[in-house]
């Protein structure tokens, strides 16, 4: 069993930086796969980036150069560093664990407004 919590999110302003973190539990962490997911009102769930065991990354075309995830083994914690946000950018933002996804955060929110 994996359990994830997001935290991090918040307002911020077009433009602007924040950094989302996502701390799992469990000894196995090292093993999976993991990545952002989103989910904006009336519209359905994608994915934002993933980074495997290795630190191999993908990034959906929306927010390649501007966001960077990463991954702390060591403190089973990965991060969404998000510059640049767009009002788009908007979302529920959930952590997730394997590929395809078997573990899932509660989420936190993210809005980009001025």
């Known amino acids: 069993q994996v359990q994830l919590v997001e935290s991090g999110g918040g307002l911020v302003q077009p433009g602007g930086s924040l950094r989302l973190s996502c701390a799992a539990s469990g000894s196995f962490f090292a093993i999976y796969n993991m990545g952002w997911y989103r989910q904006a009102p009336g519209k359905q769930r994608e994915l934002v980036a993933t980074?495997?065991?290795?630190?191999?990354?993908n990034y959906a075309d929306s927010v390649k150069g501007r966001f960077t995830i990463s991954r702390d083994n060591a403190k089973n914690t990965i991060f969404l560093q998000m510059n640049s946000p767009k009002p788009e950018d908007t979302a529920v933002y959930y952590c997730?664990?394997?590929?395809?996804?078997?573990?899932w955060g509660q989420g936190t929110q993210v809005t980009v407004s001025s």
């Open positions: 980074i495997n065991r290795g630190g191999s990354t």
């Open positions: 997730t664990a394997g590929f395809p996804p078997g573990y």
